[in-house]
């Protein structure tokens, strides 16, 4: 069966909307889990190339900002702008179009566990308007290399480790050339060396002029490898400073 991932294949090629410096831009906005107000006065950009931690405990709202970036939550109330998308103008048939432009790292994966790796990153490509063979042979392989998983295409998803299937999930989030990734804790998963392997490679790919948005609880990646931090705390979004000391026992 295929599952929630699948909302982004409901596309065909199109050109880019966007021009503006910042892929995010979030002004007195309102985000809303159901009908449950879960953070108010929220105001942050994210820039082209830009890598960015979002943390706090679970249920503060991280997964529901995430949510409404990608437009699986609307917005209600202020203004945000993604990838040159008004959200709060936003037509339902202009949400696959949105979504084309944003690349979904899940931390459980959500393979399609009856198909090779291959076949997994065929079908999107399929689904979201490639019709010739030959390319999506090119853009598999290269996607695949990008990762370094070139010789992994025929293996079944069982086949492969917990780190191994997350940089599948990489690379499809990759296929349409993104500019920007959404990573919700991708590295929940994991062990403490792989975890620092996909660190490393979402740092990557944020030095190739995509942004990156990355919620985690991994505090041990945080400190090691520091970022712009923004925080849900007590229904607001607010920045951590630079050399501010951040308490990790109360974001568990």
Known sequence: ????????????????????????????????????LVLTGVNFTLSRGEFVYLIGTVGSGKSSL????????????????????????????????LRRKLGIVFQDFQLLTDRTVYDNLYFVLHATGWKDKNAMDERIKQVLGKVGLENKGFKMPHQLSGGEQQRVVIARALLNDPEVILADEPTGNLDPDTSETIMALLKEISCSDRAVLMATHNYTLLKKYPARTLKCDDSKLVQIEDNTEIDFTMLE
Do not use: C, R
Not at 68 to 84: D, H, Q, R, S
């Open 66 to 97: 995430i949510k409404t970036i990608n437009a699986e939550v609307p917005l209600k109330t202020g203004t945000a702008t993604v990838v040159g998308f008004s959200l709060e103008n936003l037509k339902q048939g202009q949400v696959p179009y």
């Open 1 to 36: 069966m295929i599952n929630t991932y699948f909302w982004v294949l409901l596309i065909v090629n199109t050109s880019s909307p966007m021009s503006e410096e910042f892929v995010i831009q979030f002004e007195n906005a309102s985000i809303f889990q159901d009908d449950h």
